[in-house]
């Protein structure tokens, strides 16, 4: 089935969009652990570098609009303007924003809306593209978005404070 084919309605979600880390259909939000059988829509996350998955998560419409709700109203407009006239949905089989082809770029993030088990909707774009939209957002929003990923995907401390952290010598000779 093509791209484009997918795009125009109703399918099973296929098991590429299921969940690496558990190795099965993803069946709670992320936030709030409803299930999403139950939930109506909801939206499967995927983030990409290279055939590595580094980032997923599942998250139902009520709870994505609570989050989207926290966003600036500069934010919401800016993110609509950059969908409205960048993202192009028909007769794109790469990076639905500049159309590279994914197989040729670093990463890529792909969005999927679902109800209950049946794909509706799906979209690349590129690591490229993604961060253009970041640069978009407030700092509010960015602030925002830094919340909600310490919250829901907690790392070890120095993955927040620093870009490149200080290596720490166990033992042997000095590190040069």
């Given at each position: 089935?093509s ?5 125009r309605g ?6 590429w969009?299921?969940s690496?880390q ?5 069946l ?8 999403l059988?139950?939930r ?6 995927k983030?990409?570098r290279?055939?590595?998955c580094?980032?997923e998560?599942?998250i ?5 609009g ?8 500069a ?9 409205e006239?960048?993202i192009?949905f028909e007769?794109?089989d790469?990076?639905?924003t500049?159309g590279?082809d994914?197989e040729?770029v ?18 690349h ?11 978009c ?11 909600f990923?310490k919250?829901?995907?907690?790392q070890?401390p120095w ?11 166990v033992?042997g000779p000095?590190l040069?």
């Amino acid at each position: 089935m093509s791209f484009r084919d997918k795009l125009r309605g109703r399918m099973p979600i296929p098991s590429w969009l299921h969940s690496v880390q558990h190795d099965m259909p993803f069946l709670f939000c992320t936030v709030c652990d409803g299930r999403l059988a139950t939930r109506g829509l909801f939206t499967i996350m995927k983030s990409y570098r290279g055939e590595e998955c580094v980032f997923e998560m599942a998250i139902c419409a009520r709870c994505s609009g609570a989050e989207m709700e926290k966003w600036s109203t500069a934010s919401r407009k800016a993110a609509r303007a950059f969908r409205e006239t960048r993202i192009q949905f028909e007769g794109c089989d790469g990076c639905q924003t500049c159309g590279a082809d994914l197989e040729a770029v670093r990463g890529m993030a792909v969005h999927a809306h679902c109800r209950s088990d049946q794909m509706l909707a799906v979209s690349h774009m590129c690591t490229s593209c993604e961060e253009a939209l970041h640069q978009c957002l407030s700092p509010k929003t960015r602030e925002e978005n830094d919340r909600f990923m310490k919250t829901h995907f907690p790392q070890p401390p120095w993955m927040y404070e620093s870009p490149c952290p200080e290596p720490v010598q166990v033992a042997g000779p000095p590190l040069s």
